[in-house]
């Protein structure tokens, strides 16, 4: 199945294009256009990818089997008639975790999503081997095709429907970027008193190892937990000049302490 | 120096005594005793460490060199006085992130302060190799002591003023009770959707990893950062019978958006 849909389009050149594209070109996939209005990002991906790129809709090839579309959300719609305009035959993907399949209907025959559940930065490698995908199709066989392609890259497959998955991207962006803006906050403070970040860093392993093997809930610590008052009010006294940082303590300890 | 501070009392039985006086006890230190006012607690540690315990300060030994206080900030500070009570002698030190060293002033002569910090879970055990302690002490040679104890258990020491320590215990409440607090959010809501929080892990991994290389600023991804407002309606609106979650999600993508 995975033979039929070798000759591969990517629509945009930002992270998740980038990573993917590198990683199905070494699978095997063979990735024939980059498509992205910004030169720059065109001609980077394209070069590194070693094949050709465009950056008007008027000459995206017309000869692939797949076209995958990783753009931002806000343009991702209004792109995608003159995407699949005139490749009727192709299966078309996006890779948008909070996008419904149904941006597809009545403007493709076979389409789906490709959704890797990860956080992509250009200057850092990707080992697919530890991403999750999440796949859904509106034909059997090209639900198949996904799953192959998806576990050609040594990912973890799972079907999942758009409410699911946008489930998912919300999840994410707590477990992720919300993770990381701890990380902020927590590297803004040290940097004030005079303390290394790094000495952050052996914590925040633990951290996350930890819910490996115990569900969040057990393995939360701290003094909101705790419910001690006591440390909590001398914490809120050393970020009274600190009134954005004040009120995320406050909000999230009560938290903590609902869930 | 170590040598003279070779005989150990824990008062106090919770997680961070457990953890670090099996870790002293097997770096060579004697642990002569554990005092917990919880007879089921003191009896299970001292069990573990094959030493005596008291629930009661009348019976605490007073022919100790060090006794490591390790108990909540709440009653810390009115245990101090019975404790150093006729072992004027001895060094006396607590293990809290958020009390400063001058709660000993006036009580005892010698006297620091040994904050390992990391998260402690009865049923996980901790390397003490990759755990920061900060060190305090009112006499340079007490000061050696510590460092060389923390030394001793394999970990990375750094000494750090009462401010600076109390900095520490708030920036680690952010990267590290927040931080999995966004995780007990994000299993909350895959649990809802009927997918395994197991899926979300390698995201959880990869963002902890990132920070190692990156700064959090430079490694924060995600719909607040790109300032993408159509993905952020679509999680708020998924979010809308969930108030805490969505008022955490407004706040906190304020937040990035503003560092």
């Not at 009274?240 to 609902?258: F, G, M, R, T």
């Amino acid at each position: 199945m995975a033979d039929n849909h070798k000759r591969v389009v990517l629509v945009g050149a930002g992270n998740v294009a980038t990573h993917l594209g590198m990683a199905l070109q070494k699978a095997g996939y063979e990735i024939v256009q980059v498509f992205s209005r910004t030169e720059h990002s065109a001609s980077a991906l394209a070069g590194q990818l070693g094949t050709e790129y465009t950056v008007s809709m008027e000459t995206l090839r017309p000869d692939a089997d797949l076209y995958i579309v990783s753009v931002k959300d806000a343009v991702l719609q209004s792109l995608l008639p003159s995407i699949v305009k005139g490749r009727e035959e192709a299966l078309f993907v996006h890779t948008a975790g909070s996008m419904p399949m149904s941006v597809w209907k009545g403007i493709a025959i076979r389409y789906g999503v490709l959704y890797p559940m990860q956080t992509f930065s250009k200057q850092r490698p990707v080992d697919f081997g530890t991403v999750s995908f999440f796949v859904e199709a509106n034909e059997p066989d090209d639900l198949e095709t996904l799953k192959q392609m998806a576990s050609s890259l040594g990912a973890k497959v799972y079907e999942a429907s758009s409410e699911q998955r946008m489930s998912l991207h919300v999840a994410a962006v707590f477990a992720c970027n919300f993770a990381n803006h701890m990380y902020a906050l927590s590297a803004k403070l040290l940097d004030k008193y005079g303390m290394p970040f790094e000495a952050m860093l052996p914590l925040i392993e633990e951290t996350a190892d930890k819910v490996h093997l115990l569900s969040p809930r057990e393995a939360q610590t701290g003094p909101a937990i705790r419910r001690d008052g006591n440390v909590m009010d001398k914490h809120l006294d050393l970020l009274a000049d600190e009134p954005i940082l004040q009120d995320l303590y406050k909000k999230i300890s009560k938290s903590i302490q609902e869930i």
